[in-house]
């Protein structure tokens, strides 16, 4: 499968991007799909999870709750919603994808589970 990511841009502060990642090439509604991010300079982090059936979207303890994953099987789109943007929130998103399902919640956080990647959207957020 093919994925492609979109929906980045340059925002203030408080606002809100929706990203979009659309798959072709492939049966978008048997995969669980992902979100990364990579800061300048930093390693790619798990940003959110969610099962191919739209159910269990997970995120880590760590991240704020401004971030919602979601997906629509009938247009082949996973999205991510974020709120309130901060400037700590800028650097590349990426979609993902592995190749079976994971079942641990630990193996959602490595990079390297997964299997198919977009190509990345720039998230900038000014101060």
């Known amino acids: 499968v093919q994925l492609q990511a979109s929906g980045g841009g340059l925002v203030q502060a408080g606002g809100s991007l929706r990203l979009s990642c659309t798959a072709s090439?492939?049966?978008?509604?048997?995969?669980?799909m992902a979100w990364f991010r990579q800061a300048p300079g930093m390693e790619r982090e798990f940003v959110a999870h969610?099962?191919?059936?739209?159910?269990?979207?997970y995120y880590p303890d760590s991240l704020e709750r401004r971030f919602t994953i979601s997906r629509d099987n009938t247009k082949k789109t996973l999205y991510l919603q974020i709120n309130n943007l901060k400037p700590e929130d800028t650097g590349v998103y990426y979609c993902?994808?592995?190749?079976?399902?994971?079942?641990?919640?630990?193996?959602?956080?490595?990079?390297?589970?997964?299997?198919?990647w977009g190509q990345g959207t720039q998230v900038t957020v000014s101060s």
């Open positions: 090439d492939g049966p978008f509604k048997d995969f669980d």
């Open positions: 969610i099962r191919w059936s739209g159910a269990a979207p």
């Open positions: 993902a994808a592995p190749r079976r399902p994971l079942y641990y919640y630990g193996d959602f956080y490595l990079a390297s589970n997964y299997d198919y």
